[in-house]
Each structure stands twice: as structure tokens, then as C-alpha cells.
């Protein structure tokens, strides 16, 4: 197994993620909305399942992180060249432009439109989809796509309710089963357009981190980097990183491995902690995290995002806060104190993976992300 952190993970580099028979089984009776946060490894078991193809599936993987609008959502079906050929064929009427642009390797079509032909077309698509049975489309990100619909439509949820409700109907018309992976909670975004009914077809499925027996035989077979190591180093390493994700193992690994050059260091604990705060929290790593800090501006408007921090600064003093005290916080910066406005506060934190709330008590979600807010300059 290879240390991977900027690439996808494939093959047996994506250790300890068996989940994929999980979701094959979950797919033969109904379409899936895998949930976890960012890192945890949702794309590169999505990529898998296209590489696999296990149980006869014909899987097509679309990711949705850059789109902003339907006729870009249409445009990433075109995973191949027959298929790009019968798309442009598709669109040859009814276009007002189009621009020639690289798109995953390939040259796909850009559309811009003035009205809802971007269905039909799609629906056109999709049925030619549907000569490959049965058929499974992977959707990237698909609740980050949305919320940048719906900031550039701006018209009151009317564009998101068109495409979920075409979506759903396409899956029901069609038979076509899709698995969306997401690290944005969906129901903050369409909540309050009443589109509840829109996704209420996906079951739930959720990827955990490791236990810390996994971790410790992840870190444990990285001999091949000659990274000398006892039990209770490697204990330390599990210890500093808190919550045992994958791609919190990589980095550290990573760092580590450079630092005792490949082995011809002895590993010690100043190591360890030199990996774990110049390394996975220092400047060149914590641009994989930017992420985290960069959404909260799109998720809460500037005087929201201005009461987010506040509500955030104090579980960087302590490691949970009682969430009384969290909304005594918001009472005394918002002019008008709405206990209904402070709970979607929370639930977007939470649904978004900021923080975790067990009972009364609020926390970070993880300690990795608790660490940079403390280190960070982004929330100041």
C-alpha cells in the first residue's frame, strides 16, 4: 500500500474500506445518498465501483463540484467518446452557443440557455443510458451542486425543485439507480422549499472512521518506507491525530516519512508531534482543509457567518461547550433572537461536519479540524 493524500486512492491503497458489497446489495433496492465529511473516502470507492463493475452493475461516475447549473449536470454523463458523439448529436437544435472546452480529458459541450430544454435533452440521455442494464449513476457532490444553483438562480428554490423533481422522476421512468456521495448536509439546503419528498427515495448509508485497531495496522504495513516504529509510537500517532481517518493516517505518514528520511531516522515522539503540528497542520498541508473554512462563507450570509464564528470560538478554549451557552452567545450579537434561526445554525455545523452534539453538549467534529481552527488565521 502506497501513501496516497493528493491523488484518489485506488486499488489496495484504498485500505480498509470494504464497503463496497455493502452498497451493491443497498443499491438493488433503491438509490443510496452515502454521507460522510470531506477526506473520508466517498470518490475513490465510487471510482472503484465504476472500475469494478461488481454484480453487473454499469456504473457511470459524475462529479458535481464544479457545476452550477442543470444543462452542466446533463453534460457530465459523457464519460466516453461514443457517448459524447451522441450527446453533441442530441444538441445540435435549439442551441443559442455553445464553447469547445476541456472537460475531464475530453471535449465536451458547454451550454448556455434560456429556458428548461436542458430536461428533454437530459431525459434523451438518460434513456440512451438505459440500453446498459441495469444502470447505476454516481453522483459527486451533489448537495455542493446544488447550493451553488441555488445561489446563482436566486428565485426561491424554484430551479432546485425542477431538477430533484425531474431527477426523481427519471430514476422512476427509467429504473435507474443512483448512490450521491455528500459531505454537505441536503436537508439544510432544500430545507423550507418543501422538497423533502424530492429525496426521500435515497436510503442512507454513512462511512465511519477506523477504529483504532485498523489504524494501527494501517500505519503498522508502511514498512515498505522502512519507518522504524514501536506499539506505543505508533499508539502516539493514533493519539495525536484523534479521530482515525484515512486521510489524516496519509498525511501523517507522509510527514513522517520524510522527516526520518525514509527511515534512516529513528522515529521518536518529537517527530511524531513535529509531523502532526508543522506538517498535517503547517501551511503546505492545510491547504487540503481550506475547504472547510471557504464553505462557511457560502453557506451563511456575512452577518451569520459573523455569529458562526462566534459560536465556533469558544470549542477551540475547551473541548465541548453546553449548547445553552452557545445560544447565550448568539442572543447577545443578533439584534433579533430567534431560537428557530440559532437550531439551523447548529444543524448546518452539524450536517456539514464542524461539530458533534451528544445531548446538550457541543463539540468539534474532529480534533484535526479543531487544531487548525486554533491554528488558522481564517476565522480571525
Known amino acids: 500500500m502506497a501513501i496516497v493524500t493528493g491523488n484518489i486512492a485506488k486499488g489496495k491503497d484504498l485500505y480498509g474500506r470494504d464497503e463496497l458489497d455493502v452498497l451493491c446489495k443497498g443499491i438493488e433496492k433503491d438509490s443510496l445518498l452515502l454521507i460522510s465529511p470531506r477526506r473520508y473516502g466517498k470518490t475513490s470507492i465510487g471510482i472503484r465501483m465504476k472500475a469494478e463493475t461488481r454484480h453487473g452493475w454499469s456504473v457511470t461516475y459524475i462529479d458535481m463540484e464544479g457545476f452550477s447549473e442543470p444543462c452542466e449536470f446533463i453534460m457530465g454523463l459523457n464519460h466516453s467518446r461514443t457517448m459524447l458523439k451522441r450527446i453533441k448529436n442530441l444538441f445540435k437544435s435549439g442551441i443559442v452557443a455553445t464553447d469547445k472546452v476541456e472537460f475531464f480529458n475530453m471535449i465536451a459541450i458547454k451550454l448556455r440557455e434560456s429556458d428548461n430544454s436542458w430536461k428533454k435533452k437530459g431525459t434523451e440521455i438518460f434513456c440512451e443510458l438505459k440500453d446498459a442494464n441495469p444502470k447505476l449513476i454516481i453522483i459527486d457532490e ?4 446544488l447550493l451553488k444553483m ?7 428554490g424554484a430551479t432546485l425543485s425542477t ?3 425531474w ?3 427519471i430514476r422512476l421512468d427509467l429504473q435507474i439507480r443512483f448512490i450521491v456521495c455528500s459531505s454537505v448536509g441536503i436537508n439544510t439546503i432544500i430545507d423550507g422549499y418543501g422538497l423533502e419528498n424530492s429525496i426521500n427515495y435515497f436510503s442512507r448509508e454513512s462511512l465511519f472512521p477506523f ?3 485498523t489504524a494501527k495496522r494501517m500505519i503498522t504495513i508502511q514498512n515498505k518506507y522502512n519507518i522504524t516504529h514501536t506499539n506505543e509510537l505508533v499508539r502516539e500517532i493514533t493519539s495525536i491525530i484523534g479521530l482515525q481517518v484515512l486521510f489524516f493516517i496519509q498525511l501523517m505518514l507522509k510527514e513522517i516519512r520524510n522527516r526520518t528520511v525514509y527511515g534512516k531516522i529513528r522515529l521518536t515522539s518529537k517527530i511524531i508531534s513535529d509531523s502532526y503540528i508543522w506538517g498535517l497542520l503547517g ?3 492545510k491547504r487540503y482543509f481550506n475547504w472547510y473554512f471557504k464553505r462557511l462563507v457560502t453557506e451563511f450570509r456575512e452577518k451569520e457567518y459573523d455569529v458562526v464564528l462566534e459560536i465556533l470560538n469558544p470549542l477551540t478554549q475547551v473541548s465541548s461547550v453546553n449548547i445553552n451557552e452557545l445560544e447565550g452567545i448568539y442572543k447577545k450579537i443578533k439584534e433579533k433572537k430567534n431560537r428557530r434561526d440559532f437550531n439551523k445554525i447548529l444543524q448546518t455545523l452539524e450536517e456539514g461536519f464542524y461539530i458533534t452534539k451528544n445531548k446538550n453538549m457541543i463539540t468539534f467534529h474532529n480534533k484535526v479540524l479543531r487544531d487548525l481552527w486554533i491554528n488558522g488565521d481564517e476565522i480571525s
Open 283 to 285: 501551511v503546505e498541508e
Open 150 to 156: 441555488h445561489e446563482k438562480y436566486q428565485d426561491n
Open 163 to 165: 431538477f430533484l423533481h
Open 142 to 145: 451533489l448537495p455542493t451542486y
Open 211 to 213: 477504529d483504532d485497531e
Open 167 to 169: 431527477l426523481c422522476s
